[in-house]
Each structure stands twice: as structure tokens, then as C-alpha cells.
């Protein structure tokens, strides 16, 4: 039976920054959080690096901010900037608090150094950071009567004013799908928060999960949100190339605590196109390893660690040294096999330092927002750390209003009457195919005008596609995800061709220069139609 469910606040997502703005806002209000597989399922649990922040006495907080600017070519919004890094020691005590097992030495946190940073400040957990953030947070949500999870929950679109044909523009909860079940419910809430995550799904090889598939992005955008610098898509330099290994990564801080990286011969090429070879930020990386695979026409290339002492490595990396024995790769005496994979999504929707998006009642944090942290391209570590300054940032936003009485207008059930079950799914795994390969040969590394209308013209073949198969037939989670790619991926495609410059993680071979001036790339949807 379909329900229409209320609470004070809606967490669509259950990573860092949803959990944490759960917890944050708990004392006061009726949560839900919505996971759309299980609690483990997205990103964070992947992330093995760790939260950049000042903890050591020789480093400042001008130089992770320096650092963070000089990463993101000088596109970073310094106010967002500023806020995160004055915000980070303060981050990390947080989490210490909720009990996540940082590593120590000497009793000390430990601290490694990752690309792009000028000093040691990356508080980790050996090599499984995400990891151990999660599952302390997740021991948390699970004991706080006040916040009700909700799994295997999909959410189709969000429900505004504007959709009900009311006035204003405000968001009033959501539709979501039970993937289990197959019922459509109402989830009504004053303040809906979208931590959805990214879209690296977008592209044929990535770090991510099966579920970064963009859904708040695309959520936001149909319901009339701005996208800012949506062609800002990082690249890890350094996937497991394994036919088994299903896109994982292999930590930076490999090359922090000494990584080489190596052509096939072995020998070494980093100095070659950075005087800070294999430190040097992802975007440097990952196009000298693009560069290099190509020039040779090599299906991979190798980062070797095994000259460090084997106790090291295996203390320091267990999630890798074990990920890569049971593959038969002994990083203590082998190079590992790697090659670059769509890591991180580092436009989304629009937000001010509070979270808030064009649109009343309706936040996004994490990687699905846009706050201007992270510029042209995202330094290492700042991520996890971004997910808790803002969702912080988030909570105080919120519960200043949380006194506010609100009285929802009549919201209709999800109407189903006019669709049927679909007996040609294998069209969505087509697609979905398709969509994946084009982005990665035409929306990739480097990008040409050329290619860019290519990916457009497929694009827009695919969604008039997509589009009609969503009118016809009942939902599915697959469905939901390949249409929001397919969208996310469209505003890559349009964002990517009004950069003319090559900036950070944008580099095109017909504009191959910096431009005059560094500016946002922002796409308003203006009279867009949602089917």
C-alpha cells in the first residue's frame, strides 16, 4: 500500500555528509535517511585516503589553503576555501569524538602526504579511511531513536510548488520507489537534503560505486536548480587494472609515501611533465599517464612501492596488499597495474556556505553540491573533509528553522495508471552501455570540439530514448539511474563546450591555454520540460 510518510527533515543519501547531518540535527528533530541500497553502498565506504586538515605544528592554515587553490587552477571560490580549511581541525575532532580509529604514531595522529599538498596533513585510517568513517557514523545513526533509515529507497524526483502548479518554488519532499517491494510512497519534509553523491558512473572506467549515478544533480536540475562547472570531471590516476578488480583504487598516499610510477619498461616519467612527478595534483597525473598509455598504445601502466620495507607496506596499505594477493599481485615485490578512472564529480547543484540551493526547503552537501571548494579540480582529501564541514554547515541552517510551522498542500500519490511492465529491459543495459562508452572516448582526459558535439548529438538521441521508455513503463531503480545519468551527462556535455581554455580537469586540444580570466561555467534550466 502506498504511504505518504512526514518528517522535519529528508537525507536523500547515506554517506559522510548525510549521516553526519543526521546526527548533527538528531536532538531536535524527526529524520529520515534514505539509502538506496544498502547503508555501505556509496562512495564513502570506498575512500581510502583520508581528511585533509592542520594538526601539525610546522604547517598553517594558509597553506592547505593555498594548496587547495593552486589544485583547483585558481578557480576555487576563496569564501568556500577559507570556511573548510578554518573548519577542518574542528572536522576531525568531530569525528574522533563519534569514534573513528584515525591511525597514530607515537601516539600521535598519524599524518601522510598526498598530491598537490606541500606539507603532511592527511589524518587517515591506514588505508581504508571511508571505511572507518562510515561504519563509526552509521553505529551512531543506528542508536538515535530520533532518525529512521530507510533502505534499498530510491527516489525518483523531488516534489515542489512549482510541479503542484502552486506559487513560490518550494521543495516539499520527494517521491521514492521501494526497491524491494516496488511501491511509490510521498515522503513529505520541511527541508529535503540532497547527499546524493556524483556521477562518475557517467564514464566506461571509474573508482566509483554502481550508484554514482548523479540522482540529485538531476533531481535538483528538473526541479529548476542552477549547475555550476558540471565539466570539472577528476580522473584518479591510479585504478587497479585487473579484469577482477572492479574499479578499485589504489590510494594516492601510495604515491605519498613514495610510489613511482613506471612505462612498461619500467623506467620512470613523471619529471618529465611535472618538477613534482608523482606528487604533482590529479589532473597533471592523470593526463601524463593518458598521454604516455596512448603514445605507446599500452593497456595500462605501473606504480611501484615494493622498494619500501615490506612490514611498511603492509601496515600502511592492508586494503591494497590484500585486494592485490587475491589477484596474484604481490605489491611487496611487484609494480601494480594501473590506469586512470573517473574518480569525482566537482561541479553539482549551486549552494551558498550553508547548503542552500535556488529552491526553498531544499539543500545539497557532498560531492552533489557545488560550493566552490574545489575549482577546476579537486585537491586530494578534501572531499571526506568537505562532506563534514558543510553538512555542519547544513545542520545550523536548519535548525534555526525548525520552530517554523508549515502546512503542506494536498500532494497526489504516484500515479502508475497509464504505464505497464516493461518486457524489453535489456534496452536499459544498452543504453546505459552506450552512454558510459561514448562519454569515455568522447568526454574524457582530453576533449576535443569535435568530440564534444559527437557525445552531444548521441546524447540527445539517447534521452528522447530514455525519455519515451519512462512514459510507457513501470519504474525500476536501473531506469532511474540510467535517466539520470543520461541527464548529468548532458550537462557535462554543455558545460564542457563553453570552456574554451583548458583549466585543471578540463583540457581540450583546440583550446590548450589557460583563458584570460577564471570564471564558473553556470547552466540555468530555464522553461526545461521533465517528462
Keep these: 500500500m502506498k504511504a505518504q510518510r512526514e518528517f ?62 593552486t589544485a583547483g587552477s585558481y578557480l576555487s571560490h576563496s569564501d ?29 595522529l598519524h599524518l601522510t602526504k598526498e598530491g598537490g599538498h606541500s606539507h603532511r596533513r592527511i589524518i587517515h585510517a591506514a588505508d581504508a579511511t571511508g571505511k572507518a568513517i562510515l561504519q563509526s557514523l552509521i553505529e551512531k545513526v543506528q542508536a538515535e531513536p530520533a532518525i529512521t533509515l530507510f533502505q534499498q529507497s530510491v527516489a525518483i524526483d523531488l516534489i515542489t510548488t512549482t510541479k503542484l502548479g502552486l506559487s513560490g518554488n518550494q521543495c516539499l519532499g520527494a517521491y521514492i520507489l521501494n526497491n524491494d517491494t516496488g511501491v511509490i510512497d510521498v515522503f513529505k519534509a520541511r527541508h529535503t537534503v540532497l547527499a546524493t553523491g556524483g556521477a562518475s558512473k557517467a564514464y566506461l572506467y571509474t573508482s566509483n560505486s554502481d550508484g554514482a549515478s548523479g540522482d540529485g544533480i538531476a533531481m535538483a536540475w528538473r526541479s529548476g536548480c542552477r549547475v ?14 585487473h579484469p577482477q578488480a572492479k574499479s578499485f583504487l589504489v590510494s594516492e598516499a601510495v604515491r605519498g609515501e613514495g610510489g613511482k610510477l613506471q612505462l ?79 574518480h569525482y564529480t566537482c561541479g553539482g547543484v549551486m549552494t551558498d556556505i550553508n547548503g542552500n540551493t535556488d529552491i526553498e526547503g531544499l539543500y545539497a552537501i557532498g560531492e552533489t553540491a557545488f560550493t566552490g571548494l ?94 519515451d521508455y519512462y512514459s510507457n513503463y513501470k519504474i ?34 583546440d583550446y590548450p591555454q589557460l583563458g584570460p580570466q577564471p570564471r564558473d561555467t553556470i547552466l540555468t534550466p530555464i522553461n526545461y520540460q521533465w517528462p
Design 228 to 241: 555550476a562547472n558540471m565539466e570539472f570531471n577528476q580522473f584518479h590516476p591510479t585504478c587497479l587494472y
Design 8 to 69: 522535519d527533515i529528508l537525507i536523500i543519501g547515506s554517506g559522510a555528509a548525510g549521516l553526519t547531518l543526521a546526527l548533527k540535527l538528531a536532538t531536535n528533530a524527526r529524520i529520515a535517511v534514505l539509502s538506496k541500497g544498502d547503508l555501505t553502498s556509496g562512495s564513502t565506504w570506498l575512500a581510502q585516503g583520508g581528511v585533509a586538515a592542520v594538526v601539525d605544528e610546522t604547517d598553517i592554515e594558509q597553506n592547505h589553503a593555498d594548496d587547495t587553490l
Design 374 to 467: 574545489h575549482g577546476a579540480n579537486r585537491l586530494a582529501s578534501n572531499s571526506l573533509l568537505e562532506c563534514i564541514v558543510f553538512a555542519s554547515a547544513c545542520a545550523k541552517e536548519i535548525s534555526g528553522q525548525l520552530d517554523t510551522k508549515f502546512y503542506y498542500p494536498e500532494i497526489p500519490s504516484w500515479d502508475e495508471s497509464q504505464v505497464t511492465d516493461s518486457d524489453e529491459d535489456v534496452i536499459i543495459a544498452h543504453n546505459w552501455d552506450e552512454l558510459r562508452r561514448f562519454m569515455w572516448d568522447y568526454v574524457g582526459i582530453v576533449r576535443t570540439d569535435k568530440r564534444l558535439q559527437r557525445a552531444k548529438h548521441r546524447s540527445d538521441l539517447l534521452q528522447k530514448e530514455i525519455a
Design 264 to 342: 612498461p619498461d619500467g623506467s620512470a616519467f613523471m619529471h618529465k611533465f611535472d618538477s613534482r612527478a608523482e606528487l604533482a595534483p590529479r589532473d597533471i597525473v592523470a593526463r601524463a599517464i593518458d598521454h604516455e598509455m596512448k603514445r605507446l598504445g599500452a593497456d595500462c601502466l605501473y606504480l611501484d612501492i615494493s622498494h619500501r620495507d615490506d612490514d611498511f607496506i603492509k601496515s600502511h596499505f592492508p586494503t591494497i596488499y590484500q585486494r592485490c594477493q587475491q589477484l596474484g599481485i604481490d605489491i611487496c615485490k611487484q609494480p601494480i597495474p594501473i590506469v586512470p578512472a573517473a
Design 476 to 509: 525500476s531503480k536501473d531506469l532511474l539511474e540510467l535517466r539520470n545519468l543520461a541527464l548529468v551527462s548532458e550537462l557535462m556535455i554543455r558545460s564542457a563546450m563553453l570552456r574554451k581554455e583548458s583549466r585543471g580537469l578540463h583540457f581540450t586540444l
Design 80 to 108: 568556500a576555501v577559507t570556511y573548510t580549511v578554518e573548519n577542518a581541525r574542528e572536522s576531525v575532532d568531530w569525528l574522533i569524538e563519534q569514534g573513528v580509529p584515525f591511525s597514530k604514531e607515537n601516539g600521535q
